[in-house]
């Protein structure tokens, strides 16, 4: 299964479960996914994230772990690999 498919076939529950719509957490881990595969490690990508949507950065850590926690980040770090030969990691 994709990260886009473990995403969408979830996105109402994990919106309900952080507090937001299904649009605000589409675009906000669609935003950390480009950060992540732009050679970005999982701190900074989370933290320019948070600050790009003016959220919390546990907001994005509770969207993580809703969706999946470490599996999702692996699944976000194959999928940039995949896209771009390699990735960086923490």
């Known amino acids: 299964m994709s990260l886009t ?6 996105l109402d529950s994990i919106a309900a479960k952080v507090g937001m719509t299904p649009d ?34 546990d907001k994005i ?9 470490s599996s999702l980040f692996e699944k976000v770090k194959g999928f940039g690999k995949g896209l771009f030969g390699s990735t960086n990691t923490p």
């Open 5 to 10: 498919d473990t995403l969408e076939g979830n």
């Open 24 to 57: 605000q957490v589409k675009s906000i881990m669609t935003t950390l996914q480009s950060k992540l595969t732009s050679g970005g490690d999982q701190p900074s990508a989370i933290d320019a994230t948070a600050s790009q949507y003016g959220v919390p950065v």
């Open 61 to 69: 850590q509770h969207i993580l772990n809703a969706a999946g926690g």
